[in-house]
């Protein structure tokens, strides 16, 4: 079973653009992480925020978290064509991490 | 070189064959995972296990199985009850419940 669910399913923007993605979830949690994957290869950790965390960056990357709304959005700023991948949430569920969906994003040159 | 290692990257099968996929981390880490990846798609839950000898089954263990009888080693078999089984697999370990997950680089297994 699914929890998170990503929007948009794919993105397609030019260098340079600033590109957000956002991921919905069902139930409480202690912490949202977001995962990044290029094509053909494994799954590589980005960013992890806490649940009493509203705001956490990374570098060029920007992650908000609402608990009241079960939502979080990854906010890729200055985007480069080498971050064309699937991004995908993942919140803690009881012994295991619970995907979602994930975002196609295509960053044109 | 600390990490998690799949083999084979490419992996193809004949009906009716069951097949292992190897999966091994150097991380010491206690959990580890099967995921199956479908073109497009997102990650759907095979096996994970917690610790040595047991596991449980995710979300789709139907058609797998699954050993952990060393920490650093936690093998698939796709048996041929498996309906579907083209697709890519992905093995990941995590070191407490809420840390990041470390995903190994896949196997690609191919029915003909």
């Known amino acids: 079973s699914q929890q998170g669910e990503e929007d948009p399913q794919a993105l397609s923007i030019q260098e340079g653009e600033n590109a957000t993605m956002n991921c919905s979830y069902k139930?409480?949690?202690?912490?949202l992480q977001w995962y990044r994957q290029n094509s053909g290869r494994g799954l590589v950790h980005l960013i992890l925020i806490r649940s009493n965390e509203r705001e956490k960056h990374s570098g060029r990357l920007r992650v908000t978290l609402d608990t009241s709304k079960k939502s979080s959005s990854l906010l890729i700023t200055a985007s480069r064509a080498a971050d064309t991948a699937s991004y995908f949430c993942?919140?803690?569920?009881?012994?295991?991490?619970?995907f979602g969906t994930g975002t196609r994003l295509q960053v044109f040159p | 070189d600390g990490g998690i290692t799949q083999s084979p990257k490419y992996l193809f099968r004949k009906e009716g064959q069951n097949v292992t996929l190897s999966c091994e981390q150097n991380l010491n880490h206690d959990a580890m995972y099967w995921y199956r990846q479908d073109p497009g798609q997102g990650l759907r839950l095979i096996y994970y296990?917690?610790?040595?000898?047991?596991?449980q089954k995710g979300d789709i263990a139907e058609g797998y199985s699954v050993s952990r009888e060393k920490k650093e080693s936690f093998p698939l078999t796709v048996t041929s009850a498996q309906k579907n089984p083209t697709a890519f697999y992905l093995c990941?370990?995590?070191?407490?419940?809420?840390?990041?997950?470390?995903f190994g680089p896949g196997t690609r297994l191919t029915v003909l």
């Open positions: 993942a919140t803690d569920g009881p012994d295991k991490l619970i």
């Open positions: 139930t409480s949690i202690n912490n």
């Open positions: 296990s917690q610790i040595v000898n047991d596991f």
């Open positions: 990941a370990s995590i070191a407490g419940l809420g840390d990041t997950q470390y």
